[in-house]
């Protein structure tokens, strides 16, 4: 919305500097989001207000005449070469040395003056362009008449327009007058409304057109005036320059009024040609099935019926509240006015509109909810508008067809629950002040209630909270304590999964993961790469009717997908070490519901470990780093966790393990399939960890297991086994971990793998790091070698191991 | 930890000690030997001290220490134990003085060993402190550090300020039902405030009439834990995703972090909203933080409002001011007091429960706090950008 302070001032006093009055509109109204000011550059010396008082043919060219004005300061003889120059015009007026833009270039110039063929001129009578206000060159600029000669430009025409925001609730602050109320009621100057009074003829209204409303649910109020012996012609100067400055194109004097009005109160209104109404019979009803109008834009529209439609004894003439039809326009040869001033259902407007893709300045204020009594409000200022510029009669009363009427209603708004909502108590005088200023009617009930009704133009206001909002609005929120909540807390709500997923994702950065956020839509293709082709729940994710971009259609039933495209968009401009993680949502589709948003995490390590300065080239992290970070993970939690061999789509055989926690599967490690890696441009080994959180939390502990430290020293001794190749070496330390005998208590690590040279073929040797405790002695050699004959003997049994070289 | 430790040092009783290399052998302590009045030259054979002594100074290492302990001391056949051994040898009448005078000897050159020791252990630091000085300006050994997206570090933190103020915090789902995104929360179809909210629709109709949606804010789930909370208080903040079906620039994303809190019960007032936002404005951009409230329209409360801050860049000085645009107030989020419709609608009282609820941008926060120019840096994930908060 557009907001003209000249105009502004129509209604209301405004001496504030500009920034200021954009500040108390933001604070209590709208959000203004802009200014642009009109006239900055005028110098209030040499551009003036001057009156052509005569005009002379130019001695020595044909296109050019010798003008002479009235600048207030004597008569001046300038040359013009403008063909709309006319006598009595008021003009524009530059002297030498006056800033302007020149004509031809565009660019700003200093006005010269310099003789013309011969004739000297004293001045320029200035065209919009030259003022920076259009392009328009073709002619001068025509002031209204009543500008004053010989006064700066700046203070006739001068103006400060507003970029404004407004609520989706206040159409009446889509016109002007709504504006000069809240600054009325904000700053306390009187409100002047626009003047509403004309003549009436002796013809009645009524006797020239009847009107029907047939669907009363979608048309609320319609009310119609006749105006007769209209002469259609251009608007005045002064009406033009304001729908100019508001973004609307000047069209005629009838069209202009009804625009003119518009953008006044908020209230649409629409001018048929009387002599085009057929059978003078105006019908409100749904569009018929299949019925078609071609609006005023020219494009020929399929109704359906839902929508409201306007129709004359012939048919449709127009979509209530959204765009009228050609066939009733008015025209320069129109004699005769009908102005249709009505009331539509707001939410019919907008649907009706979003159907057509159709938004006009009507359906945009029609859509927010216009107050009914506004179309009356409307109907009396365009008609005062046509007496006076139409030269037309306006016939006697006005049809007002008006089902909607509903009694005013009254809100009961108690001091009470003004402070309840608010927190502070606002004095009855100033609860008076605003809500008169804001144009409610107020009645007191003693002792300490406010029986309120709400202006006609304002039907947002239907609960005590809506007008406690306009009291703390104007009033000032900046008169507002700050507090704090008071009472009894809620009890808290455990959610053991976040808790997890916080935990884990600090975990990952302690372990020198860098966290990613992705985009969780994407594609199908992508998802296909990632995802085993029988895993037709992945397969067949949710997708979006309206993707901002084709690669966003698809919630995502896999993270790997964008992690694998992170991973590849950092090694283009970095080497060494990646290590990635994220912790979102799967989207998983679920029959009839929502969708399961699974809490997984997943990672992604690759390339080389970070290079010592002092020389050594780093290796390669492996898979070994990945499930190296797992188990720290599970470590910190708590959780005994193992690891088996296993093949999953995506992923390098003989290179991936499951990762099992009790009796739930919680994850998997593993290296990513070359192929997979590779068609997301991946050419290096890169792993990829994947821990599935809502399966942890199951399995976390309450708390760790906890056992106090032994006063007794423990006893460490490294063996190594011989044993089969295939077996893994998680057997060996399950034997080693259950194994208890008279007390002692053994754990046990491996820290080495051979193959080769001195081991029989398809056999391995391990080196195991064994510690024995026992709780409540010093172990003797006894004691261990005992111990160790059991746990070989269970060895040799279980794993197939023997002692090498034993 | 081993592999760390340069070559030249070893591990000695639990702490790193610097060992001596060769040539850093000179004695540089006062005279190492005297003659004893104490000692028997009588009785002991006379430049065995002397001899003892010059030995031990030109022991020129370590090894050679060790050769010299050996040879005198070395409890097998060390020339001194040998000699106090001989005690048994002596006259009677002379084996008391012997053995003292024996054993003062043993004694002296202990206390030598030790004082040659203790001279080479600091010619050693002193070497190390020296030329065996170490370039600090050199790089350290990188280790692996992670860090959390900056988007999850601005979240912890209005979390953490809203935890502070009592509030727990309440997840619910990205992908909405219609009725919770919208309805619920007063927007009906057909209602111009739906244009706020550019929605990006799920391609599943449910009985052909629930529609499924990406939430374009958290407030579904305010309604959903109103929904299971059968009686106020209510304190609780909801984060997490939201979606919009908008063109992305440098101030636009189509997904975005949002927080949303809530407070229903008796006695919450719009006053109280403003103290909990003074709170969290303070916490999140400093102390001196000021907040006002001005007028705004969501059609979930009522009244409505929007927070702006103090630039707390320019301090309202700074007519070119980036952050603030030269107005001195950054506009931060919408709030407003629960419309008493949704009240009652929970199952509440609107006239006794009141409540307010508010909205809060997590990106915009973060692009705030750190100066960043452009939101689409938060979900390019480029290492480059990351790796700086």
């Given at each position: 919305m557009k907001l003209s302070l000249n105009w502004l001032r129509d209604y209301v006093d405004v001496d504030l500097p500009v920034p200021e009055l954009a500040r108390l509109l933001i604070d209590a109204t709208a959000e203004v989001e802009s200014w642009e000011t009109i006239g900055a550059g005028w110098d209030?010396?040499?551009?003036?207000?001057?009156?052509?008082?005569?005009?002379?043919?130019?001695?020595?060219?044909?296109?050019?005449?010798?003008?002479?004005?009235?600048?207030?300061?004597?008569?001046?003889?300038?040359?013009?070469?403008?063909?709309?120059?006319?006598?009595?015009?008021?003009?524009?007026?530059?002297?030498?040395?006056?800033?302007?833009?020149?004509?031809?270039?565009?660019?700003?110039?200093?006005?010269?003056?310099?003789?013309?063929r011969g004739v000297e001129s004293a001045g320029m009578v200035l065209s919009e362009k030259e003022l920076g206000l259009s392009d328009a060159h073709e002619g001068i600029l025509v002031l209204p008449a009543t500008a004053k000669v010989g006064r700066p430009l700046v203070e006739e025409l001068g103006d400060v327009v507003f970029d404004i925001s407004t609520w989706a609730n206040r159409a009446d602050l889509l016109g002007v007058l709504g504006f000069g109320r809240e600054l009325s009621a904000i700053t306390g100057a009187a409100l002047r409304e626009p003047a509403r009074d004309h003549r009436e003829s002796e013809t009645k209204a009524a006797d020239m057109v009847s009107v029907t409303i047939e669907d009363p649910d979608l048309c609320l109020r319609f009310t119609a005036s006749v105006i007769e012996d209209v002469t259609v012609g251009p608007s005045p100067a002064w009406m033009q320059e304001r729908l100019l400055r508001l973004g609307m194109r000047p069209i005629n004097n009838v069209v202009d009024i009804t625009n003119y009005v518009m953008l006044e109160t908020g209230q649409p209104l629409h001018a048929f040609d009387y002599d085009q109404v057929r059978d003078k019979r105006i019908v409100a009803r749904r569009a018929k099935p299949g019925e078609r109008l071609t609006t005023l834009d020219g494009i020929d529209r399929e109704l359906d019926p839902e929508m409201l439609v306007i129709c004359d004894g012939g048919g449709p003439v127009g979509i209530g509240g959204i765009m009228g039809g050609g066939k009733s326009e008015v025209s320069e040869k129109t004699k005769t006015v009908l102005l249709e001033v009505a009331n539509f259902k707001r939410g019919s407007i907008r649907r009706s509109s979003g159907i057509l893709k159709l938004r006009t300045e009507a359906s945009l204020r029609f859509e927010k909810g216009i107050g009914p009594a506004m179309a009356e409000y409307a109907q009396h200022r365009a008609l005062h508008l046509f007496e006076q510029l139409s030269g037309g009669r306006v016939t006697k009363g006005l049809v007002d067809i008006y089902p909607g009427e509903t009694p005013r209603g009254t809100i009961l708004v108690t001091a009470a629950r003004i402070e309840q909502v608010l927190g502070i108590a606002i004095p009855a005088n100033d609860v008076r002040r605003i809500l008169t200023g804001l144009g409610y009617g107020v009645q007191d009930v003693p002792p300490a209630t406010f029986s309120v009704q709400?202006?006609?133009?304002?039907?947002?206001?239907?609960?005590?909270?809506?007008?406690?909002?306009?009291?703390?609005?104007?009033?000032?929120?900046?008169?507002?304590?700050?507090?704090?909540?008071?009472?009894?807390?809620?009890?808290?709500?455990?959610?053991?999964?976040?808790?997890?997923?916080?935990?884990?994702?600090?975990?990952?950065?302690?372990?020198?993961?860098?966290?990613?956020?992705?985009y969780t839509l994407t594609e199908l293709p992508k998802l296909a790469r990632a995802v085993d082709p029988s895993d037709a729940l992945r397969l067949a994710p949710l997708g979006v009717v309206n993707p901002v971009a084709s690669q966003y259609a698809y919630l995502r039933t896999s993270m790997r997908p964008a992690l694998l495209e992170t991973y590849a968009a950092n090694r283009r401009h970095q080497d060494g070490p990646l290590r990635l993680f994220e912790i979102g949502f799967e989207y998983l589709p679920v029959e009839a519901d929502l969708p399961h948003e699974r809490t997984v995490l997943c990672a992604l390590i690759g390339g080389t470990r970070e290079a010592r300065w002092s020389g050594t080239a780093g290796e390669r992290l492996d898979f070994f780093d990945a499930k190296g970070a797992v188990e720290a993970v599970f470590d910190a939690l708590g959780v005994r966790e193992a690891y088996s061999a296993t093949s999953h789509f995506g992923l390098l055989e003989g290179h991936t393990a499951d990762v099992v926690a009790g009796k739930e599967h919680v994850g998997v490690v593993a290296q990513v399939h070359p192929d997979l890696a590779a068609s997301f441009e991946i050419d290096e080994p890169v792993f990829l960890v994947e821990l599935w959180l809502e399966e942890m939390v199951r399995v976390l502990p309450e708390r760790p297991e906890y056992a106090a430290p032994s006063r007794f020293p423990e006893v460490r001794q490294d063996i190594a086994l011989l044993l089969d190749a295939a077996t893994p070496a998680a057997r060996v330390l399950e034997v080693v971990r259950s194994h208890r005998s008279g007390g002692v208590r053994l754990s046990g690590d491996i820290f080495d793998e051979y193959r080769g040279e001195g081991i029989p073929e398809g056999q391995k040797s391990l080196a195991v790091r064994l510690r024995y405790q026992a709780e409540d002695r010093t172990l003797t050699d006894a004691d261990v070698a005992k111990v160790q004959a059991g746990l070989l003997k269970r060895l040799g049994n279980e794993a197939g191991a023997t002692l090498r070289g034993g | 930890?081993?592999?760390?430790?340069?070559?030249?040092?070893?591990?000695?009783?639990?702490?790193?000690?610097?060992?001596?290399?060769?040539?850093?052998?000179?004695?540089?302590?006062?005279?190492?030997?005297?003659?004893?009045?104490?000692?028997?030259?009588?009785?002991?054979?006379?430049?065995?001290?002397?001899?003892?002594?010059?030995?031990?100074?030109?022991a020129a290492d370590e090894a050679a220490i060790e050769a010299w302990r050996v040879q005198w001391l070395g409890r097998q056949d060390g020339r001194l134990t040998a000699l106090l051994r001989s005690v048994k040898e002596q006259p009677v009448e002379s084996r008391a003085a012997f053995g003292a005078a024996a054993n003062e000897l043993k004694r002296k050159l202990e206390s030598a060993l030790a004082d040659r020791n203790e001279a080479i252990r600091k010619e050693?630091?002193?070497?190390?402190?020296?030329?065996?000085?170490?370039?600090?300006?050199?790089?350290?050994?990188?280790?692996?550090?992670?860090?959390?997206?900056?988007?999850?570090?601005?979240?912890?933190?209005?979390?953490?300020?809203?935890?502070?103020?009592?509030?727990?915090?309440?997840?619910?789902?990205?992908?909405?039902?219609?009725?919770?995104?919208?309805?619920?929360?007063?927007?009906?179809?057909?209602?111009?405030?739906?244009?706020?909210?550019?929605?990006?629709?799920?391609?599943?109709?449910?009985?052909?009439?629930?529609?499924?949606?990406?939430?374009?804010?958290?407030?579904?789930?305010?309604?959903?834990?109103?929904?299971?909370?059968?009686?106020?208080?209510?304190?609780?903040?909801?984060?997490?995703?939201?979606?919009?079906?908008?063109?992305?620039?440098?101030?636009?994303?189509w997904m975005l972090t949002q927080i949303e809190a809530l407070a229903v019960g008796e006695g919450v007032r719009m006053s109280d909203l403003k103290g909990v936002l003074y709170g969290m404005a303070r916490k999140l951009f400093g102390n001196d933080r000021k907040i006002i409230f001005h007028h705004s329209y969501f059609p979930f409360v009522e009244p409505g409002v929007e927070m702006a801050m103090d630039c707390f860049i320019c301090r309202g000085s700074g007519s070119d001011c980036r952050t603030c645009h030269g107005t001195g107030w950054i506009e931060i989020l919408g709030a407003g007091m629960v419309h008493p419709e949704i009240i009652d609608k929970a199952g509440y009282d609107s006239s006794k429960h009141t409540g307010f609820a508010l909205g809060i941008g997590v990106e915009r926060v973060a692009l705030l706090r750190w100066g960043i120019e452009d939101i689409r840096h938060f979900y390019q994930n480029d290492l480059r950008f990351l790796a700086q908060f």
């Open positions: 209030p010396e040499r551009i003036r207000v001057a009156e052509v008082v005569a005009i002379a043919p130019h001695p020595d060219a044909d296109r050019l005449r010798l003008a002479t004005v009235e600048t207030g300061a004597g008569r001046q003889q300038v040359v013009c070469g403008a063909p709309n120059l006319e006598v009595g015009q008021k003009v524009a007026f530059a002297t030498e040395g006056a800033e302007l833009i020149d004509g031809h270039t565009g660019k700003p110039s200093k006005l010269k003056l310099r003789p013309i709400p202006p006609g133009w304002r039907p947002d206001l239907e609960i005590p909270d809506d007008v406690i909002e306009d009291l703390g609005r104007i009033y000032g929120y900046d008169k507002l304590p700050t507090t704090m909540l008071e009472g009894r807390l809620p009890d808290p709500e455990p959610n053991p999964l976040r808790d997890l997923r916080e935990r884990v994702r600090d975990l990952a950065v302690g372990l020198g993961f860098q966290e990613i956020i992705t | 930890m081993g592999e760390l430790a340069p070559d030249n040092w070893h591990l000695v009783a639990g702490g790193w000690w610097p060992t001596a290399s060769p040539t850093a052998l000179s004695l540089t302590s006062g005279p190492l030997y005297t003659q004893d009045s104490m000692i028997d030259s009588a009785l002991i054979p006379p430049g065995l001290e002397a001899e003892a002594l010059g030995a031990l100074a030109s050693a630091l002193r070497e190390l402190s020296t030329s065996a000085a170490l370039d600090v300006t050199l790089p350290g050994r990188p280790q692996a550090i992670g860090r959390l997206h900056p988007v999850t570090q601005t979240m912890r933190d209005i979390v953490k300020a809203f935890e502070e103020m009592g509030f727990r915090v309440a997840e619910g789902p990205e992908v909405e039902w219609d009725r919770y995104n919208f309805d619920a929360a007063r927007i009906p179809e057909d209602h111009p405030a739906r244009d706020m909210w550019d929605t990006i629709w799920v391609n599943t109709l449910i009985d052909g009439k629930r529609s499924m949606l990406l939430r374009t804010h958290t407030t579904p789930n305010q309604i959903r834990v109103m929904e299971r909370t059968p009686e106020p208080p209510i304190r609780v903040i909801v984060p997490g995703k939201c979606y919009r079906q908008e063109a992305t620039d440098a101030t636009h994303e």
